[in-house]
């Protein structure tokens, strides 16, 4: 009995500890006084020419809590009228009580919850402190603020495709700090874009993928010739020369490649909707060039890849009428980013250059300019 009594008096202080320590993770956490936020200015207009300078000063009162907590805190951006439900942050130092943010990083944080470049766009800002997973809201301040239009280059990632093909195409022979990119305008470790392949001697058609602008990390064919990457492996040989669209999914260690030589066609052009006008790589420029093509005012015009219809350079919707010498952002349908089969048109008769520029998947570019 006395046995069994030590045993019931054990468990009965086990119970009690393990009680009081599920009491004491339950303490709640409330705030006594709210954070304030407050900025020196309520206007900005953001430059790329001064991207690392601070456009725009805050300062803020920390929130007190009933209990001793470890915080972090953030400056929390949004668009007006959504609730905060897109937002973006910038994290400042738990020491601090005033911070400043950079043209840059402003313009990041816009491009990130949707802000309409050029134009003004009424943005709301509230500081965030952080405890554990539980979040505290100051009030929040209005900001009118004009972004700019982001370099694509610096907002998307990206992986290197060095090779000996890179030096003829503007770039340097198997550099990862200097070769074409694939970029990833979903951010999700699928990467597409376009290579130019002049020469197929020795390694002049060869290439593999690098990260990080290195060779540390870099993937190449596993040695079969499917499709399949794998750490430091075999460089990857085009069969023919010409321009390659190249997709890798840098996660599930695939790629593609197909061949992809750009025209124009259209019965703004001279051979009509019969024929292509082809595209010439300028490895000065790294850009795809016809230095001179009559278009007519009252036709239109696309490009299209390999003389079929199968790949083509167009308007994400509409039929749009091109300015002289004005780059535009263009779409290619094999992307699903094409709304229909919208054509290009000019307003004025006349010789025209055209250029495209494809380095970049995430802003493909478009300019015509009068002669």
Same mark, same amino acid.
């Given at each position: ?33 709210? *954070? ?130 890179? *030096? ?58 499917? *499709? ?96 002289? *010498? ?46």
């Amino acid at each position: 009995m006395k046995q069994i009594f030590r045993l019931l008096t054990i468990a009965l202080i086990g119970f009690l500890v393990i009680s009081c320590e599920k009491d004491e993770d339950q303490a709640v956490i409330s705030e006594t006084n709210a *954070g304030k936020l407050s900025s020196d200015k309520s206007t900005i207009v953001l430059n790329e020419l001064v991207a690392n300078d601070a456009v725009i000063n805050f300062t803020w009162t920390k929130p007190t809590f009933n209990i001793a907590v470890v915080s972090s805190q953030q400056i929390e951006f949004g668009i007006k009228g959504n609730n905060f439900k897109k937002s973006a942050t910038v994290d400042f130092s738990n020491d601090l009580m005033t911070g400043s943010v950079t043209h840059a990083a402003m313009n990041a944080v816009m491009f990130n919850i949707g802000a309409t470049p050029d134009v003004v766009n009424d943005i709301e800002a509230r500081l965030k402190t952080s405890v554990g997973s539980a979040a505290f809201y100051s009030n929040v301040i209005a900001l009118k603020v004009t972004p700019y239009t982001p370099n694509p280059d610096l907002v998307y990632p990206k992986i290197n495709v060095p090779g000996g093909y890179a *030096g003829a195409a503007g770039y340097a022979n198997w550099n990862p700090a200097n070769s074409p990119n694939l970029f990833s305008p979903e951010k999700d470790n699928k990467y597409r874009g376009f290579i130019w392949i002049s020469n197929l001697t020795g390694e002049n058609g060869q290439y593999k993928f690098a990260i990080n602008q290195d060779w540390p990390g870099n993937k190449g064919d596993d040695g079969t010739n499917t *499709g399949k990457l794998v750490g430091d492996g075999a460089n990857i040989k085009a069969p023919v020369i010409g321009t390659y669209y190249v997709k890798v999914d840098w996660v599930a260690n695939t790629y593609s490649s197909v061949l992809a030589n750009f025209g124009i066609i259209g019965d703004a052009t001279p051979t009509g909707w019969n024929s292509d006008t082809d595209f010439v790589y300028n490895p000065a420029t790294k850009t795809y060039v016809i230095n001179s093509i009559m278009l007519s005012s009252t036709g239109s015009f696309k490009f299209r890849g390999n003389d079929d219809w199968a790949l083509k350079f167009q308007p994400k919707k509409d039929d749009q009428t091109l300015v002289s *010498g004005k780059a535009v952002q263009t779409y290619f349908n094999a992307e699903n980013t094409v709304d229909g089969d919208p054509n290009y048109k000019v307003s004025e008769a006349g010789n025209y250059k055209i250029e495209l520029d494809l380095h970049n998947s995430a802003y493909y570019k478009l300019t015509v300019t009068k002669l």
